[in-house]
Each structure stands twice: as structure tokens, then as C-alpha cells.
């Protein structure tokens, strides 16, 4: 659903794929932008929240799905963390030479950890909703060995969210992939403001991950935020969300007066 004052934008890719989104800009100042999470799109409740909060304080932001997901391009099986660094660079080269707030959610926290890191000058402040760190390589480490043995030799595994959840086709190459984007162990070094929102009854990402990040890290700026019964979906925390959006954007205004 495109939302008042949003502008439909589209960027043709490799292959010529085509990746699609909404932007409202007020024409100056940083752009938020929101990662959805694995097997999410920019439909979701979280990302249009942020937008109509953006709307309503004057504050540009950007939404977009993936490709491979929602209105944006590809296949879906061909995920990985190299292509939504892909699709996030084009839309930093869209919105150039503007600096960025990048809110990541779950798989998205991950993809906005790195892109922060690739491009310093640009990404001025992330907020991190229960970032995923790894759970790729996770996923694959708790599978049985001889299912372990038939994703790799027939490439293909299907993937399904929770006992009742739709099934997604996802490539060996994505396990292939990620091993190049270990955060826990080639931590980074982070030097913009970073706040890490965490439900405590998460049971998709565990609590304890981001607190590992956290001591791993070289980052003199960054918070945990634990949020108290809240899970992975963090229903129930929206004035939270909107709390910590408006801190990181602070942040970046304040260090921008300086």
C-alpha cells in the first residue's frame, strides 16, 4: 500500500531485475530506510508504521522490498546476504549523496551492520531490531547430517517460519554466502550511533546474541534496549520502536550541529 506523499521508485538491477519501492523525501537532510527481515517486505506492520511516524514529523524515508520478495524483481531461492548488500548499495547511489538512517529488522539488522561498515561516510546511525547475526549458518549447523548432506548435493532446501508458516525455497549458495559475513567473528568496528532493540521473549533470535555483538564490537556508541516479554515480531512494542527511531535520528541531527 503506498502511503500519502510517497513516491514510487524503481532501480533496474543485474539481469534486469527490477528493485521497487516508496520514498517520501522533504528534499534535504538524512533519509530513513528500512530493512525487513528474512522473508519479509516493506507491506509489513513495522515498516509502514515507521513511514506514517516519518510522515508525521516532516523526516524523509525509504521503503523497498528485496528482490525476490513483494513487488520488487527475482527469485526468492536465490537469497543472500551479498544481494541485499546489492540492493542496499543501489539505494544509496538513488538517494546520493544523502546520509542515511538505516533501521535493520531481524536478517535486515544483519544487512545493515555490514552496509554500515562498507560505507562510514553515508550510514550515519543504525537502529537494530533483534539483529540476526549469523542465523543462516545457524539454521544449517542444527540440521541433521543427512540433511545437511541433501541441501548441499541438491542445492535446494525448503525453509519454513514456525510449525504453520508458509515454505520458502532457499539455494545451498545462501550458506556458501554467509560465511563471508561472520560478525561474531571478525567483529566490527562501528563508530555512529547504534541502539539494539530486543524482546526478551524472543525465541527466533536469542536475547543473548546481541549481547554477544555488543562485547564483540568496537563500537563506543552503542545500547541495548531490552523490551521486557516482547518476541521477535515486537508487537506490543511500538511506542518502543518509534522511541528508539527518534533517539538514533537525534543523534545524527545532534552530531550533524557540531
Known amino acids: ?23 517520501h523525501d522533504t ?32 523526516r524523509s524515508w525509504l ?20 544481494r541485499y548488500l546489492e540492493d ?11 546520509p542515511l538512517v538505516l533501521v535493520g529488522s531481524s536478517m535486515g539488522g544483519w544487512v545493515a551492520t555490514l552496509a554500515a561498515q562498507r560505507y562510514p561516510q553515508r550510514i550515519r546511525a543504525l537502529l ?7 542465523f543462516i549458518q545457524d539454521y544449517f549447523a542444527a540440521l541433521p547430517t543427512e540433511e545437511q548432506k541433501d541441501w548441499q548435493e541438491t542445492g535446494l532446501r525448503h525453509w519454513q ?27 566490527p568496528r562501528l563508530a555512529i550511533p547504534t541502539l539494539i532493540l530486543h524482546g526478551s521473549a524472543d525465541d527466533a533470535v536469542p536475547l ?17 534496549r531490552v ?12 511506542r518502543q520502536l518509534l522511541q528508539g527511531v527518534d533517539e538514533v535520528w537525534l543523534a545524527v541531527a545532534a552530531a550533524a550541529a557540531l
Do not use: W
Not at 542496499?88 to 544523502?98: F, K, S, T
Not at 537494530?128 to 549469523?134: D, K, M, Q, S
Open 1 to 23: 500500500m503506498q502511503l500519502p506523499c510517497e513516491t514510487p521508485f524503481q532501480i533496474e538491477l543485474a539481469q534486469h531485475e527490477v528493485l521497487r519501492g516508496y520514498l
Open 27 to 58: 528534499g534535504s537532510g538524512p533519509i530513513g530506510v528500512f530493512l525487513p527481515g528474512f522473508a519479509s517486505d516493506m507491506q509489513g506492520s513495522k515498516s509502514q508504521l515507521l513511514a506514517q511516524h516519518a510522515q508525521r514529523l516532516g
Open 63 to 82: 521503503r523497498f522490498d528485496y528482490r525476490g520478495i513483494g513487488r520488487s524483481d527475482g527469485d526468492f531461492a536465490g537469497l543472500s546476504i551479498s
Open 88 to 98: 542496499v548499495e543501489a539505494i544509496l547511489a538513488l538517494v546520493a549523496p544523502r
Open 128 to 134: 537494530l531490531i533483534a539483529p540476526a547475526y549469523n
Open 161 to 187: 517460519l514456525g510449525p504453520y508458516g508458509p515454505r520458502f525455497p532457499l539455494a545451498f549458495g545462501a550458506v556458501e554466502d554467509a560465511a563471508a559475513y561472520d560478525l561474531l567473528r571478525h567483529p
Open 208 to 224: 543473548q546474541r546481541s549481547f554477544t555483538f555488543a562485547d564483540l564490537a568496537s563500537s563506543p556508541s552503542l545500547a541495548i
Open 227 to 238: 523490551l521486557p516479554g516482547i518476541d521477535h515480531r515486537l508487537q506490543g512494542a511500538e
